[in-house]
């Protein structure tokens, strides 16, 4: 049985012998789509959950603000964005729009990204602005949020008679599942409130985890900030392997996000039959796996599935080199993973230090797990700088891992490692 892990733009085939391994995968590819794409999602927003049709929200309004995905996102924006420009005009004919990139704490958004994104049309015709998570001059504290920390985002998200976002929903490896209240924190919040959230106490909270929202005190935070900046209305999509359109929710930033995970949840949890002595994951293909830095997430789903001491294999082409220098530098320059976690654990939630969260995850694994990288050989030296192991091919690594292991090891492969929750 040979497996395509998503690697890229195009994919790296396992040819090994698996028939004697477990292949975990999520069922999103059962959800049967009731029509196109553009179908789906009109259809989700002419029956919005919780809330008045777009059309309806934009009546009387001068001015609307639409948070949008940035790169780093595989949200089919060419199917969503058009229909709520479409739907804010019919509602209000001279509203001024401003279509919000939501880069988080991420590099900018390119202008060639963007036409990739959103169509020529849209990009030529629409007013863009890229969110910057570190320009205090352009972002306004609005409260605090449960944590404690102070909530600052985007002018233009409060400037705005209307605050209004698109995104996707998928299992999200601290924030539970991504879409819904994500598209403002940390999505277009400044740089104090992401760190603040992304504090290592919670990231080291149990409940910090893929698939879970109930008592994630980072899903807390990032509910309060939504409501502060009163988001009014979403349109989120579930995708399938292939990241089209296979579902569609619209309406309520809290009610129609819940639905989509509930929908979600019975689709994309897996559950090993037993816990793999060799993991082997993915983090999508492109664009999700464009670096180290996004990669971490696919790693956590073959941590869900490892026994005690398992080498984790991590297909992912990180073209784009580690994706964040803070990020690069922690693993490089530490002592070992256990110091740096200890080093983390010890930091004050005011004291958060940029990428803090995702190096405090990888460390975590390389903690309990031998870890091996295939990726773009140009990475190869960032990767060995990081305490990371390298390989060419995905059939080299297990080779590797084998070895180590025993022939008798049990092979778990999860090819898509952002697209599953493993549950016990």
């Keep these: 049985m040979a497996v395509t892990i998503p690697f890229g733009r195009a994919g790296m085939e396992l040819r090994a012998d698996l028939s004697a391994a477990e292949v975990l995968e999520s ?222 929710f619209a309406g309520d930033p809290v009610k129609a996000h819940r639905r989509g995970c509930d929908l979600l949840l019975g689709y994309c949890q897996v559950k090993p039959r037993q816990r793999g002595d060799i993991v082997i994951s993915s983090n999508g293909g492109y664009p999700l796996d464009q670096n180290i830095y996004q990669s971490v997430k696919g790693l956590t789903a073959a941590e869900a599935a490892a026994a005690p001491g398992a080498v984790l294999i991590m297909v992912s082409s990180c073209s784009d080199g580690h994706g964040g220098e803070s990020f690069y530098n922690a693993l490089h320059d530490c002592e070992s993973p256990e110091t740096l976690t200890e080093e983390i654990l010890a930091t004050p939630q005011t004291e958060t230090k940029p990428d803090q969260w995702e190096y405090q995850i990888l460390a975590r694994v390389l903690c309990k797990h031998r870890v091996i990288y295939v990726t773009d050989p140009a990475q190869r030296s960032t990767i060995e700088g990081m305490k990371l192991e390298w390989a060419p091919d995905v059939d080299e690594a297990l080779a590797r891992a084998r070895q180590a292991k025993g022939p008798d090891a049990h092979l778990v492969v999860i090819p898509n490692g952002i697209s599953v929750m493993v549950t016990q």
């Design 27 to 248: 069922r999103i590819g059962q959800l049967a789509a009731s029509g196109s794409e553009d179908d789906l999602v009109r259809a989700a927003m002419a029956a919005p959950i919780g809330t008045p049709t777009l059309c309806e929200l934009a009546a009387g309004k001068k001015t609307c603000t639409i948070i949008i995905s940035d790169h780093t996102r595989p949200v089919p924006s060419k199917h969503i964005i058009p229909f709520m420009l479409e739907e804010l005009r019919r509602g209000s004919p001279d509203i001024q729009i401003t279509l919000l990139v939501a880069t988080g704490f991420h590099r900018p958004t390119s202008t060639e990204e963007l036409v990739g994104k959103l169509g020529r049309d849209i990009v030529d015709r629409e007013r863009i602005v890229i969110h910057d998570s570190r320009d205090a001059a352009s972002n306004v504290k609005i409260g605090v949020l449960p944590s404690g920390a102070d909530c600052v985002i985007d002018r233009l998200a409060v400037e705005t008679d209307l605050l209004v976002a698109e995104g996707f929903i998928e299992p999200h490896f601290f924030a539970g599942f991504s879409g819904g209240r994500k598209s403002v924190l940390p999505g277009v919040c400044d740089q104090v409130t992401v760190l603040g959230n992304h504090c290592s106490k919670f990231i080291a909270s149990p409940f910090a985890r893929t698939g879970v929202l109930d008592g994630n005190p980072l899903h807390e935070d990032m509910l309060a900030a939504a409501q502060m900046a009163k988001l009014a209305y979403i349109v989120n999509v579930v995708i399938d392997e292939d990241k089209k359109v296979a579902a569609a």
